[in-house]
């Protein structure tokens, strides 16, 4: 079963009218926006658009059904972009399921992840309450910062209706630079390196078994000497080197996670490069390690995600498995914030 909510009051009324709720934006997570046995879909996709959007301060509000692309083309036509680049945004992404799934795309390398830009949210928790954390400005120090609890909630707090976030200006030029290691070894060193000198670059990213893909931006004319620059310092781990021509094609496709469809399960695990090795010795499919190696997204079947498990590696599984969060929270924090902000269990944990 599913019920509808286009508007504050109806989403509070379903919250008091059912006692199991998941809700649900743009069903690009199905695993953990499809509802389990006994529960009741509140599928938010009416609770849509922008609400306030202030260009020259760099803010904009907006209900959290919005699509990620309805949201990029008001701030394109104002040369401004959400840095964070919330993945599967072609796919229908909304901005409510990006904050509750915590999810961040390959251009959070240079100005941080989703958390870094949330100013604020207002959700209905599990008694019907509408209540507000954080706020809609960047000065802003009001307040217990219940938005920064709400990344990578999935929704087990409350259901998210609002959400304020500050942006930044896009860059004037983009260049992508494509580098093929002689193998995996001479990949990580050369990402190590990477990491370590200041470079600003906007993406960093690996590619198994030894390609790393570089993104860079800023004024055009400093960007044909900063790509040479990468060139002879990749040069010296033996990298075979091209810039790519679909600079802004090829990382729409990137953060859509084009690279794992035909995958029946899809997941993404938090890493650091040092893990790498590791991480490639288990049996998984299609993957790409962003950020310069600190989150995998990788495409596998039920043997790879039971691998991950044995392994004790935390993950979070976006399609293909009922079962989405593993470990589970840290129990100590997790009841008692539950406890106060849904004490009746209206809302499942993953």
């Known amino acids: 079963m599913e019920v509808r909510a286009s508007t504050l009051g109806e989403v509070v009324e379903a919250v008091r009218a059912y006692p199991r709720l998941r809700p649900k934006g743009g069903g690009t997570k199905p695993a953990l926006s499809a509802p389990r046995e006994g529960e009741v879909g509140l599928n938010l996709s009416g609770l849509s658009g922008i609400l306030e959007y202030t260009p020259e301060e760099f803010v904009f509000t907006a209900w959290a059904g919005t699509p990620i692309a309805e949201v990029e083309e008001a701030l394109r036509a104002h040369g401004q972009y959400l840095p964070f680049h919330p993945p599967l945004k072609g796919k229908g992404a909304t901005l409510g399921g990006t904050v509750a799934a915590g999810l961040s795309g390959p251009l959070r390398h240079r100005y941080g992840g989703l958390r870094d830009f949330l100013l604020g949210v207002r959700f209905v928790d599990g008694e019907g309450r509408v209540v507000r954390g954080g706020g809609k400005v960047v000065k802003n120090a009001a307040g217990f910062p219940f938005h920064r609890l709400m990344v990578g909630s999935l929704g087990a707090f409350g259901v998210m209706v609002e959400l304020s976030f500050k942006v930044f200006p896009y860059p004037r030029a983009t260049r992508t ?5 002689p193998s995996l070894n001479e990949a990580l060193s050369a990402l190590e390196r990477l990491r370590l000198l200041p470079l600003d670059l906007l993406a960093l990213d690996l590619v198994p078994p030894a390609t790393l893909e570089l993104r860079l931006g800023g004024f055009p004319k400093s960007l044909k000497a900063r790509l040479e ?10 990298a ?3 810039v790519l021509e679909e600079d ?6 990137v953060r859509d996670l084009r690279f794992l469809e035909g995958s029946p399960i899809w997941v993404k695990v938090p890493a650091k490069p040092q893990e790498v090795a590791r991480l490639e010795g288990l049996p998984l499919g ?9 989150v995998l997204y990788a495409g596998t079947g039920p043997e790879g995600l039971e691998a991950l498990r044995r392994a004790g590696l935390p993950h979070l ?6 079962d989405p969060l593993y470990p589970p929270p840290p129990e100590a924090f997790f009841t008692k914030l539950k406890r106060a902000l849904d004490p009746r269990g209206c809302f499942p944990l993953g």
């Open 286 to 294: 299609p993957r790409r390690y962003l950020d310069g190696g600190e």
């Open 248 to 253: 802004g094609a090829h990382w729409e496709k």
């Open 240 to 242: 075979q080197t091209e």
């Open 229 to 238: 620059g990468l060139k002879a310092l990749l040069a010296q781990g033996g």
């Open 317 to 322: 599984v976006l399609k293909g498995a009922e």
């Open 177 to 181: 630079l494509r580098a093929k290691m």
